[in-house]
């Protein structure tokens, strides 16, 4: 059982939106787990590294975003679903990548790509200018 999976990817013009979901299964599901883990977003583009887009604490109430997307992109979570979002709003052709979600094993955020310990699969996003 996969412990991260992630949907909603796809492709959508510049200026375009969409929505990233990311499940938790199996131990990682439960309520007192998934809210003590804080949840972050990355993405690798091709000939690039990985690199850091958002982060949210285990109880939600903190967030960080990286430079380029502040202020189109939103991330946000739902512990009663094991879920965190990654609504992306005014896409750029730049956006374009394969988003991975992450998890740590403590509800505080960092954008240390080493500090995150389970991976998902991640989901294609393409932008088209």
């Not at 960080?64 to 609504?87: E, M």
């Not at 374009?96 to 240390?112: L, N, Q």
Request: a positive charge.
């Amino acid at each position: 059982q996969v412990p991260l999976v992630e949907s909603g990817g796809g492709l959508a013009q510049a200026g375009g939106s969409l929505r990233l979901s990311c499940v938790a299964s199996g131990q990682m599901s439960t309520f007192s787990t998934f809210s003590n883990t804080a949840m972050g977003w990355f993405r690798q583009a091709p000939g690039k590294e990985r690199e850091f887009v958002a982060v949210i604490s285990g109880p939600g109430g903190e967030t960080k975003l990286t430079d380029s997307v502040q202020g189109r992109f939103t991330i946000s979570r739902d512990n009663a679903k094991s879920t965190v979002y990654l609504q992306m709003n005014s896409l750029k052709p730049e956006d374009t990548a394969v988003y991975y979600c992450a998890a740590r094993r403590v509800p505080f955020i960092s954008t240390t790509i080493a500090l995150y310990h389970t991976w998902g699969q991640g989901t294609q996003v393409t932008v088209s200018s």
